[in-house]
């Protein structure tokens, strides 16, 4: 049984940063990369971002290009996504699960709580 629980989120404003943090449980990932994805309200969930366990490679997409960074704790099973120079467009909730690194598509069909990301101006 895969667990993954996100933490990290909370408010923050226009310019600022977030640290999220994906603690992944119960099963090895190493064949997948761990990817973020977020919801913004009234809006379909979006990739934003994944890393391989292996090798450390990172996608992200464009909008959040130059702006965000992966990173992982192997040892910990943990994925972190730092976030800077934040946007009123990055306020969602933010979820992680593990992705075909092909695809970046989720490999499980559950989520977790997620965690609320809010950017005020």
């Known amino acids: 049984q895969v667990q993954l629980v996100e933490s990290g989120g909370g408010l923050v404003q226009v310019g600022g940063s977030l640290r999220l943090s994906c603690a992944a449980s119960?099963?090895?990932?190493?064949?997948?990369?761990m990817g973020w994805f977020r919801q913004a309200p009234g809006k379909e969930r979006e990739f934003v971002a994944a890393i391989t366990w292996n090798s450390g490679r990172t996608y992200y997409v464009d909008t959040v290009k130059g702006r965000f960074t992966l990173s992982s704790d192997n040892a910990k099973n943990t994925v972190y996504l730092q976030m800077n120079s934040q946007k009123p467009e990055d306020t969602a909730v933010y979820y992680c699960?593990?992705?075909?690194?092909?695809?970046?598509?989720?490999?499980?069909?559950?989520w977790g709580q997620g965690t609320q990301v809010t950017v005020s101006s």
């Open positions: 699960n593990a992705v075909g690194i092909a695809t970046m598509s989720p490999v499980f069909g559950f």
């Open positions: 119960g099963r090895t990932l190493s064949k997948y990369a």
